[in-house]
């Protein structure tokens, strides 16, 4: 039997795992590991910048539950990986990032290119370590593994020193271990049946934390049963249909919306999987008045207005069923929140034969959704289109609307929607980006064409920063520093291999987006839009009232 090396030890790690991809690029510190998945299972794919590539792996984490994996080598080529890296530790999808680096007898001085990369890490990842001996190798990657897995998920870091890589090595592939259950205490379940059933007003909040758990069907019977209304984050859609008449849609938004009467008129919050940073409580109890009971597989963040009266910390599924079983609460509907998702839908429903053009947003969601089926997947960027994503595509299953919510990175559509296709081949995939994110990360569809990963990508085009704009105009009643110019969009996609298209009247929408959808080459097209509308809605949303 052949000696190994480190780094072919730490790819046979990375095989245990389940590993099927690397996303990342080739550098000469980490030539070692790119010769070692030469010979392995796990295909690598060669990104046009390291960003795009933790930009993937952040995207497969949160779809698929295991972790991601994106590669780079040193210095630069780590700094770039670092903001999808921050991304899937905020937002809560697994990640292993592994970095080249200058070997350990060359850190004591001045080296080319090298930087502590650990220290650089330690505040954007749950844990990090560098590989510093080749028979700790094992240990190191299954701790990444289950560190990043682990709830609440997030991103790990290894750093692999190229003398270290070389090194012969001895060991193999440590056995996973089985992730039990942990359950709620009786207590808890008991104190909260008996809250929710004495609770005349309810309302449930929904995070991403319920998708995690695959609580969906679990939370859709307990709102039904015990007819209670629920809405959810940005990061929550689908965890309870949005058809189902007891869904309120999404809550998020930093300016009052109409989902915010629900919460000026309950009397109790039931969050679900739910974090603070998808949604701050100062926005929707300012006040700290609104009884809360919290049901997650971990404890409540501290915060002065989220603070619990019932903390139900386990299985998220197994807590619902077994309040469900105790809860004596008559279920009866509150026919103020039939009256509330009267009015969400017909606000929803205002825009759908509009014909003015550019288009505006909510027309353009609007008719998106009509095109995409239910178990498509749209990747939203960051941007003000993003807003208008948030508040008006809905969704009948989990995962099947992707929001970066908790760093909100510009550039993760495109980047994202391969790893989505890669997950799911025979879904429609759409990236919705405007075209400030459009121009970080476009590089990648050269990717997704060498790949073979067929997706739409949308621009909102609207020439410049509109979410700063929208903000500028709320603030000072005027934008600086925020208009820019772009490349003809139909022209660089061809250019690339691609088919563009260019939006011409709102009518054209449709029929070319679902042309598009049908290629089997990654598409882009070119749309308008009237993002007017921002300060329409700000104007509305700062004189909404609610009855009581």
């Not at 929140?337 to 034969?353: F, G, K, M, P, T």
């Not at 990360?441 to 990508?457: D, I, K, P, W, Y």
């Not at 291999?497 to 709102?506: A, D, M, N, P």
């Amino acid at each position: 039997m052949a000696e190994l090396n480190t780094a072919e030890l730490l790819v046979q790690c990375l095989e245990n795992e389940g590993v099927r991809y690397i996303f990342g690029l080739p550098g000469e510190e980490n030539l070692e590991v790119l010769q070692a998945l030469k010979k392995s299972s796990i295909q690598f794919i060669t990104t046009r910048h390291e960003q795009g590539a933790a930009f993937m792996a952040d995207v497969y984490g949160r779809l698929t539950g295991k972790a991601g994996v994106c590669m780079s080598t040193l210095g630069p080529g780590a700094t770039n990986l670092m903001t999808g890296v921050a991304d899937a530790n905020l937002d809560g999808a697994p990640l292993v990032a592994i970095t080249g680096q200058v070997g350990t007898d060359r850190m004591h001085i001045e080296s080319h290119q090298y930087l502590d990369l650990v220290a650089m890490f330690e505040p954007v990842t749950k844990w990090n370590a560098q590989i510093v001996r080749p028979s700790i190798t094992p240990e190191i990657v299954r701790k990444a593994f289950k560190r990043a897995q682990t709830e609440k998920p997030g991103a790990v870091h290894i750093d692999v020193p190229e003398n270290i890589a070389a090194m012969p090595a001895t060991g193999k592939p440590l056995k996973k271990d089985n992730n039990e259950k942990t359950y709620a205490s009786y207590q808890s379940l008991n104190d909260a049946a008996a809250v929710i059933s004495r609770a005349k007003n309810p309302l449930i909040l929904v995070g991403n934390g319920a998708i995690r758990a695959g609580a969906a069907s679990a939370l859709t019977e307990f709102a039904t049963r015990l007819q209670i209304p629920a809405t959810n984050t940005f990061m929550g859609k689908g965890v309870i249909p949005y058809t189902h008449p007891l869904s309120l849609w999404t809550t998020g938004l930093q300016q009052r919306d109409l989902i915010s009467c629900a919460f000026d008129n309950a009397d109790l919050v039931i969050s679900i999987g739910y974090d603070l940073i998808e949604y701050s409580p100062k926005k929707w109890n300012p006040n700290g008045e609104i009884p809360i009971i919290h049901i997650s597989a971990t404890p409540s963040e501290i915060d002065s207005s989220y603070i619990p009266i019932v903390e139900v910390v386990g299985n998220i599924y197994d807590s619902l069923m077994e309040i469900l079983r105790r809860c004596d609460r008559e279920g009866k509907a509150n026919p103020q929140a039939s009256e509330l998702r009267a009015d969400i839908r017909a606000d929803y429903e205002q825009y759908a034969n509009d014909t003015g053009f550019p288009i505006k947003p909510q027309k353009l969601v609007y008719d998106l959704r009509q095109v995409m089926n239910p178990d498509d997947i749209l990747i939203s960027d960051v941007g003000a289109h993003k807003m208008w994503i948030a508040r008006h595509y809905h969704c009948d299953r989990p995962n099947t609307c992707l929001i970066s919510n908790g760093f909100a990175a510009m550039g993760i559509s495109i980047p994202g929607a391969i790893a989505a296709k890669l997950v799911y081949p025979d879904r429609h995939i759409v990236a919705a980006t405007g075209d400030g994110g459009f121009m970080m990360n476009c590089q990648e569809l050269e990717t997704a064409l060498r790949v073979g990963t067929s997706f739409t990508t949308i621009i909102f085009n609207d020439g410049g920063y509109g979410l700063i704009e929208w903000k500028q105009h709320n603030h000072y009643n005027e934008s600086s520093f925020i208009k820019f110019g772009n490349p003809d969009f139909v022209k660089l996609a061809e250019s690339m291999g691609l088919k563009g298209y260019r939006i011409e009247s709102t009518e054209d929408f449709i029929p070319i987006l679902k042309e598009a959808m049908a290629q089997d080459v990654p598409t882009v097209i070119d749309c308008p839009v009237d993002y007017s509308e921002n300060l329409r809605f700000s104007k509305k949303a700062g004189g909404l009232s609610c009855s009581v």
